[in-house]
């Protein structure tokens, strides 16, 4: 059982910043990558960014340039830095932390971003 907590959402205006935080606690030792997915409301969820165990990183080619993904292992914790929010930005932002044995996604609560003036 993996378990991953989020925190970080909240309200920003256009153009600004948020960072987001996921702490994987648990059986995380065949957690083979930790990224990010985003949901709004009447959509559907939707890949944002991950970072691999290799070192690889990949990103939503909306976010490209403006979201930085980056983990902190002694922590077990990842980030994403969140830079010139657009409000189509706006969703629920969900960590996920995948195992392969048995295929599996992990799933945190969700951390809300809302970007508007």
């Known amino acids: 059982q993996v378990q991953l907590v989020e925190s970080g959402g909240g309200f920003v205006q256009p153009g600004g910043s948020l960072t987001l935080s996921c702490a994987a606690s648990?059986?995380?030792?065949?957690?083979?990558?930790m990224g990010w997915y985003r949901q709004a409301p009447g959509k559907q969820r939707e890949f944002v960014a991950t970072v691999h165990n290799s070192g690889i990183h990949n990103y939503l080619e909306a976010v490209k340039g403006r979201f930085t993904i980056s983990k902190d292992n002694a922590k077990n914790t990842i980030y994403l830095q969140m830079n010139s929010l657009k409000p189509e930005d706006t969703a629920v932002y969900f960590c996920?932390?995948?195992?392969?044995?048995?295929?599996?996604?992990?799933w945190g609560q969700g951390t809300q971003v809302t970007v508007s003036s």
């Open positions: 648990g059986s995380t030792s065949s957690v083979y990558a």
């Open positions: 996920f932390a995948p195992v392969p044995f048995p295929p599996y996604d992990y």
